[in-house]
């Protein structure tokens, strides 16, 4: 599976942006497929997640209630809503691909990484 992120950029506080994960591969639509963001300096960090069936979530803390994680299977696509989006939401988002295909928030259960893409949030 080659997971392929997009839809970064620079946006003011209180902006919006939609982030999407386009992955190859027919399995892909069985695994859970999460979020995580790493800003200069810090940690990645578990930002949300979502299963195969879309039906189950995970946010993090500092995200819940203002970005939203959802999926279309028949276009092998993730995406990942940001609203009301802060200067401490600025980091480099990873997307991920667990093929154990639980709801996991821990970095070393996903097994594909695609390449990040920059969020930028001015104040």
């Known amino acids: 599976v080659q997971l392929q992120a997009s839809g970064g950029g620079l946006v003011q506080a209180g902006g919006s942006l939609r982030l999407s994960c386009a992955a190859s591969?027919?399995?892909?639509?069985?695994?859970?497929v999460g979020w995580f963001r790493q800003a200069p300096g810090k940690e990645r960090e578990f930002v949300a997640a979502?299963?195969?069936?879309?039906?189950?979530?995970s946010y993090a803390g500092s995200v819940k209630g203002r970005f939203t994680i959802s999926r279309d299977n028949a276009k092998n696509t993730v995406y990942l809503q940001l609203n009301s989006l802060k200067p401490e939401d600025t980091a480099v988002y990873y997307c991920?691909?667990?093929?154990?295909?639980?709801?996991?928030?821990?970095?070393?259960?996903?097994?594909?990484w695609g390449q990040g893409t920059l969020v930028t949030v001015s104040s």
């Open positions: 591969g027919r399995t892909f639509s069985r695994y859970t």
């Open positions: 979502i299963a195969w069936s879309g039906e189950r979530t």
């Open positions: 991920a691909a667990d093929r154990n295909g639980g709801l996991t928030s821990h970095q070393y259960d996903y097994d594909y």
